[in-house]
């Protein structure tokens, strides 16, 4: 039996040499009997080789099997595993004495944001349902605008007379035309776009949440003008929940200049968010967004860094730490400010852009495309 069939897949062998497309051939035969020895097997009559084996072939079932895995480009795989993994850090080296070192300096000089800061800015004496509002209202307002700007737009809302005798509440608000609720916040930036999400959150607030502010980051996050910058200051300032860092371009910027999120950095607030996340304890996640703002107001400026009054520089605990030599040239022109003579909320515009910011700028080009 063995001998038969040896010599029959000799004859076949020989025959298929004689063919123009002997190596098509051999290939063919050589693959299906190796994977399934019964279907190389001749039936009756011995037909010519090329046309009887290929269908032969394809009719054994591990023949649909494709001869190679299917191709998975090894340059795409490389790219997947080289890419900056932002979910999880390793806490930064000397991270708590930098922390704390920025504690002791944000203790020795008042920043803007701790006397104007969103969290400060809702009337106490009010019902804690109308101060989570106003909280709220103050964060929309705030994105691209200085803290003096936000403050001062808070305050006109609050005692303006087309508000009164309610004031600041929502069902005021909705009682105002865009046209007027614009005017009213003109000092803030984007005060058309901002004055269209309020009042569309405050039809979303009524509609679908018993006229209160959520109380869930998601729920934030589906109003207009709130990213989760906002949604996270608001949940923290309003409920008194912190579920995440609210990162905005001063901790974004600052952190990544003390490679608290990896040496590469991160691209944007979101990504910063992430690592800071992944490895900060939890019990500072509350407290680091009023921290870092006052010290990006007041010492780590976005414009004109002053490491020379920076305790950090001095302790050398900061790698982006540029100190100046002293020269025997003429003195700089541009001389570092004055801890009480600068505004610091000068210095406010951001170097690098918010994502809440980017989306009102996309937004304003819109709507100005649109109107030409
Ligand atoms: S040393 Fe300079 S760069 Fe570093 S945190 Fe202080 S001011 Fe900012």
Known sequence: MKTSRISRDTAKYARALSTATTAVADKTNGRAGKKNPMSSLPTTAEPSPLPKEEPDSSSSPLSSIPPSPPPVPAKKRKRADTTRDTSATEPPARWREVYDCVKEMRAEVEAPVDTMGCDRLAETWRSPKDQRFQTLIALMLSPQTRDTATAAAMRTLQTTPHLQPAGLTLSSVLGLSPETLTSLIQPVGFSTTKAHNILRTCQLLVKHHS?????????????????????????SAAWGRTEGIGVDVHVHRITNLWRWVGRGGTKGPEDTRRVLESWLPRELWGEINGLLVGFGQTICLPRGRRCEVCKLAERGLCPSATVRKKSSKKPQKRESPDLEDDDPSDHEKPTVPDIEDLLTTATTRKLRSRVR
């Open 211 to 235: 006229s209160d502010i959520p109380a869930t980051i998601p729920d934030l996050l589906a109003l207009p003008g709130v990213g989760p910058k906002i949604a996270h200051l608001c949940l």
